[in-house]
């Protein structure tokens, strides 16, 4: 494991320069711990969920004589998104009509491979279409209640 680096930034004076350093970096806390100069706070990318490979973090040591010491390590790298489990905006909206004029699974995945140039996974396509079909069993019985 290699140990990461820490690059000086600046010493703010206030915490109001430090939250806007913080805000104007997208970071959000990740760990704090008691030091023996006072407390080590760890910041990381607001976004690390949406881009894995973004190691950027930010390291803030609040002193007990009032000092605010900022390093960084590392820099944001947004080049490539994670997976989602969530089917294509395309493809939703084709399982939304599909339901809409009561088709099948069968002719729904026949519709989405006519009309969407990419995979949809098994799985994907039955929870698209169980869930749009719940909704529309929920408005179904709304009507009929009125």
């Known amino acids: 494991m290699v140990k990461r680096t820490w690059n000086f930034v600046d010493k703010f004076s206030s915490e109001d320069e430090l939250q806007s350093y913080i805000v ?38 609040f002193s007990h004589d009032g000092g605010v010491t900022v390093s960084t390590s590392n820099e944001h790298d947004h ?6 489990p969530r089917a294509p905006s395309p493809v939703r ?6 339901v809409a004029a009561g088709l099948s699974c069968i002719q729904t995945r026949r519709a989405i491979e006519h009309q969407y140039q990419g995979g949809v996974s098994r799985s994907q396509l039955c929870s698209l279409l169980n869930y749009h079909r719940s909704l529309e069993l929920c ?3 709304k009507i009929n209640k009125l």
């Open 79 to 84: 080049a490539h998104r994670a997976a989602t």
């Open 139 to 141: 408005y179904f019985f």
């Open 93 to 98: 909206e084709i399982v939304k009509n599909s």
């Open 24 to 61: 104007q970096n997208t970071v959000s806390i990740k760990r704090t711990e008691e030091i023996e100069a006072g407390k080590k706070v760890i910041y990381r990318c607001s976004k690390y969920r949406k881009y894995p490979e973004c190691d950027f973090q930010v390291k803030v040591i």
